[in-house]
């Protein structure tokens, strides 16, 4: 061992009190010498107001007799633990000082061959906090301070130990709020997080003490319902959640309409582990969505093997997607003065991984379920423009093709931006091209969606209203919007002409398009009777399988190539 240097010894005399006096003031620790029954013999250190009493009430006094009662006996407990073992005992407590609560750390430890401990005290409550702050962020959310997914699963993990215990049941219910995401997308990411508050108060308010809320994370919520006495009482509470949730909301001067959907799993009965009671409760909860959303399931053995067709589903039609594995035909339009057509809908096909046919209204609904309806837009939008070029270099005259645009790429998304993309890279012009709004979308649709539809007018690209006369609040879109076209619900094309009351509202479209100065297209035509009902209103286009079914596009090049008609002009 090395020697410490003869200048830098401290002089036994009188240099190791001044040593041990600095040393005290300089650290920021108190210093008690304690007998083993707990009598504080010695005091030192400069920080004189963390004391919870000055020296003189203390000193030559037991613990007991000065300090709370509940912090004593702590004391005691670690001074006996410190002798017992003659090793270091550390304890936490909290004491009132001057109109606080701060928290301090004791490190008690024995001194050898005598029967004395020395205690060394510190101020901890910064670390203290900051424990507390670092134990929230891993156990709660930061947003709504509910238990998050980590809280969740030590919470359901201990209800189902006592529910097994016990022999009671519990709930499991998943909650999505139904179309968050329009909020979002419209609104932005700060009015969608006060909605997320909100909302949280809301279902926290319709819940016993005793019930678990957890945010899974966006817009999902967990509730765990202990005790459950019968599978109505579950029933009960989904209830109250969704009449909460429906309530408006008002957020930035805007009233928001919202409503949930609801799946629960039950312990025993359905599984007893909290993975499974999960995942059962979120099968149950898309069932309600499929369902029409704002509604509860309670989930039954049935729904995994659905659950599991429906994801495969989704992935395949993600890889299509990705693959560009997907096709389009062509619907023509129809000038009944020639017979000719003189534009054509897009229509997306997909033929499944089985060589299964997907019927458009199932695999539509896939992409706005999984959050891939923006992307079958773009794929549409880029497969018309890739094949109108095609057409074009082979000097066919196509005319104007339609393609449909979804809500979710009128409420957000950079639809504009991509359609100016497409337009520049396949070297159209903008008149070629024109999408189609169905007039449900329009009346649904968020602020910013009126911005979008003027970018698109802005690129010259025509817009046309699709089944058009089912909500007539549609027509403040074409006050305000130069829309070019207007197609009416196929809906009205049945029994006419036959049904009176379908011909008057039929009439009164095509008045209301004409006098807007819109292109007026009805659709759904299958008969002949419907054909020359709609022809003898003059001036009007024409859609339907009594003229054509959609075309592939080897079958629209050899329509175009020898300019057939589809219908006699009588």
Same mark, same amino acid.
């Given at each position: 061992?090395?020697?410490?240097?003869p200048?830098?010894?401290?002089?036994?005399q009188?240099?190791?009190?001044?040593?041990?006096?600095?040393?005290?003031?300089?650290?920021p620790?108190?210093?008690?010498?304690?007998?083993?029954d707990?009598?504080?013999?010695?005091f030192?250190?400069?920080?004189s107001?963390?004391?919870?009493?000055?020296?003189?009430?203390?000193?030559?006094?037991?613990?007991?007799?000065?300090?709370?009662?509940?912090?004593?006996?702590?004391?005691?407990?670690a001074v006996?633990?410190?002798?017992?073992?003659?090793?270091l005992?550390?304890?936490?407590?909290?004491?009132?000082?001057?109109?606080?609560?701060?928290?301090?750390?004791?490190r008690?430890?024995?001194?050898?061959d005598?029967?004395?401990?020395?205690?060394?005290?510190?101020?901890?409550?910064?670390l203290?906090?900051?424990?507390?702050?670092?134990?929230?962020?891993?156990?709660?959310d930061s947003?709504? @301070?509910? *238990?998050?997914?980590?809280m &969740?699963?030590?919470?359901?993990e =201990?209800?189902?130990? %006592? +529910?097994? #215990?016990?022999?009671?049941?519990?709930a499991?219910?998943f909650?999505?709020?139904d179309?968050?995401k329009?909020?979002?997308?419209?609104? @932005?990411? *700060?009015?969608?997080?006060? &909605?997320?508050?909100?909302?949280? =108060?809301?279902?926290? %308010? +319709?819940l #016993?003490?005793?019930?678990?809320?957890?945010?899974?994370?966006g817009?999902?919520?967990?509730?765990?319902?202990?005790?459950?006495?019968?599978?109505?009482?579950?029933s009960a509470?989904?209830c109250?959640?969704?009449d909460?949730?429906?309530?408006?909301?008002?957020i930035?001067?805007?009233?928001?309409?919202?409503?949930c959907?609801i799946?629960?799993?039950?312990?025993?009965?359905?599984?007893?582990?909290?993975s499974q009671?999960?995942?059962?409760?979120d099968?149950?909860?898309?069932?309600?969505?499929?369902?029409?959303?704002n509604?509860?399931?309670?989930?039954?053995a049935?729904m995994?093997?659905?659950?599991m067709?429906?994801?495969a589903?989704?992935?395949?039609?993600?890889?299509?997607?990705?693959?560009?594995?997907?096709t389009?035909?062509?619907?023509p339009?129809?000038?009944f003065?020639?017979?000719?057509?003189?534009?054509?809908?897009?229509?997306?096909r997909w033929t499944?991984?089985d060589?299964?046919?997907?019927?458009?209204?199932?695999?539509?609904?896939?992409?706005?379920?999984?959050?891939?309806?923006?992307?079958?837009?773009?794929?549409?939008?880029r497969?018309?423009?890739?094949?109108?070029?095609?057409?074009?270099?082979?000097g066919?005259?196509?005319?104007?093709?339609?393609?449909?645009?979804?809500?979710h790429?009128?409420?957000?998304?950079?639809?504009?931006?991509?359609?100016?993309?497409?337009?520049?890279?396949?070297?159209?012009?903008?008149?070629?091209?024109q999408?189609?709004?169905?007039?449900?979308?329009?009346?649904s649709?968020?602020?910013?969606?009126?911005?979008?539809?003027?970018?698109i007018?802005?690129l010259?690209?025509?817009v046309?209203?699709?089944?058009?006369?089912?909500?007539?609040?549609?027509?403040?879109?074409?006050?305000?919007?130069?829309v070019s076209?207007?197609?009416?619900?196929p809906?009205?094309?049945?029994?006419?002409?036959d049904?009176?009351?379908?011909?008057?509202?039929?009439?009164?479209?095509?008045?209301?398009?004409r006098?807007?100065?819109?292109?007026?297209?009805?659709?759904?035509?299958?008969?002949?009777?419907q054909?020359?009902f709609?022809?003898?209103?003059?001036?009007?286009?024409?859609?339907?399988?009594?003229?054509?079914?959609?075309?592939?596009?080897?079958?629209l090049?050899?329509?175009?190539g020898?300019?057939?008609?589809?219908?006699?002009?009588t």
């Open positions: 061992m090395s020697r410490v240097p200048s830098e010894e401290l002089p036994e009188h240099g190791q009190a001044e040593f041990l006096a600095a040393l005290f003031e300089a650290m620790d108190l210093y008690f010498m304690i007998d083993r707990g009598t504080i013999r010695d030192r250190g400069s920080q107001a963390e004391l919870y009493v000055p020296p003189e009430h203390f000193l030559g006094r037991r613990m007991g007799e000065v300090l709370p009662a509940d912090v004593a006996a702590r004391f005691t407990a006996a633990r410190a002798t017992a073992s003659g090793e005992v550390t304890l936490e407590y909290q004491l009132p000082i001057r109109q606080s609560t701060p928290w301090y750390e004791a008690i430890v024995p001194i050898r005598q029967r004395q401990l020395v205690c060394l005290v510190r101020n901890i409550t910064e203290h906090d900051a424990r507390l702050r670092l134990e929230a962020v891993a156990h709660y947003l709504t @301070g509910l *238990a998050n997914r980590s &969740l699963d030590n919470l359901l =201990r209800s189902i130990r %006592t +529910a097994r #215990r016990n022999r009671k049941r519990l499991i219910m909650i999505d709020l179309r968050f329009d909020v979002n997308d419209s609104l @932005g990411h *700060a009015a969608g997080d006060e &909605l997320l508050k909100q909302a949280a =108060r809301r279902l926290q %308010t +319709a #016993r003490d005793s019930d678990i809320l957890a945010r899974m994370g817009d999902e919520f967990v509730v765990v319902l202990d005790d459950l006495e019968n599978t109505d009482d579950a509470v989904a109250k959640l969704m909460g949730i429906c309530s408006p909301f008002h930035q001067d805007t009233e928001i309409l919202l409503s959907s799946g629960i799993s039950i312990y025993p009965d359905d599984a007893d582990t909290s009671l999960l995942g059962f409760a099968t149950a909860m898309y069932r309600a969505k499929q369902g029409g959303r509604d509860w399931r309670f989930y039954t049935d995994t093997e659905a659950a067709e429906h994801m589903m989704v992935d395949a039609l993600r890889e299509a997607l990705d693959n560009d594995a997907l389009q035909v062509y619907h339009q129809v000038d003065v020639t017979g000719r057509p003189v534009g054509y809908e897009a229509l997306a499944s991984p060589s299964t046919s997907v019927p458009p209204s199932r695999f539509v609904s896939l992409a706005e379920q999984a959050g891939l309806a923006r992307r079958l837009d773009v794929w549409s939008l497969a018309a423009c890739k094949q109108l070029r095609h057409w074009l270099d082979q066919l005259a196509p005319g104007q093709v339609s393609i449909n645009l979804s809500i790429s009128l409420n957000g998304g950079n639809f504009p931006q991509d359609l100016a993309a497409a337009l520049a890279e396949y070297r159209l012009q903008a008149c070629m091209l999408v189609e709004i169905k007039e449900i979308a329009l009346l649709s968020r602020p910013n969606a009126m911005e979008r539809l003027r970018a007018i802005d010259g690209v025509g046309a209203v699709d089944d058009f006369g089912a909500g007539f609040a549609a027509l403040e879109f074409l006050r305000r919007l130069p076209t207007l197609k009416i619900d809906a009205f094309m049945h029994h006419i002409p049904d009176e009351e379908r011909t008057n509202i039929t009439n009164t479209v095509i008045a209301m398009g006098a807007l100065g819109l292109k007026v297209v009805a659709k759904g035509i299958e008969s002949a009777a054909a020359d709609i022809r003898g209103q003059g001036d009007i286009f024409g859609q339907g399988f009594y003229f054509s079914q959609p075309l592939s596009a080897d079958q090049g050899t329509l175009l020898g300019e057939t008609a589809l219908a006699a002009t």
